[in-house]
């Protein structure tokens, strides 16, 4: 079973950038759909960008153009590159496959993006 351990989050100035990292065991990562998520204080926990095998990206709507994600299949990693970040960026962020992610969700990492 994939394991996944999420690090990277921190406290931000609005504007700022962070890049998280999610480091996944098992040696069958490569063939996975590869998602980051969030989910602030009160909400639900939402996709937030995805990325392939094969590398093609997908971004939620609110975090286009400011977002990159990026993967190291020989080091079994996920990034997440964060620019311009806004408070409403603040959330838990976690990593997991998608569309239907293992239920074994790892610790996440707090962003926190206040002034």
């Known amino acids: 079973q994939v394991q996944f351990v999420e690090s990277g989050g921190g406290l931000v100035q609005p504007g700022g950038s962070l890049r998280l990292s999610c480091a996944a065991s098992?040696?069958?990562?490569?063939?996975?759909?590869m998602g980051w998520y969030r989910q602030a204080p009160g909400k639900q926990r939402d996709m937030v960008a995805t990325i392939t095998s094969g590398g093609s990206r997908n971004y939620a709507d609110s975090v286009k153009g400011r977002f990159t994600i990026f993967r190291d299949n020989a080091k079994d990693t996920v990034y997440l590159q964060m620019n311009s970040l806004k408070p409403e960026d603040t959330a838990v962020y976690y990593c997991n496959v998608f569309p239907i992610p293992y239920n074994n969700w790892g610790q996440g990492t707090q962003v926190t993006v206040s002034s």
């Open positions: 098992g040696s069958i990562f490569s063939i996975y759909t």
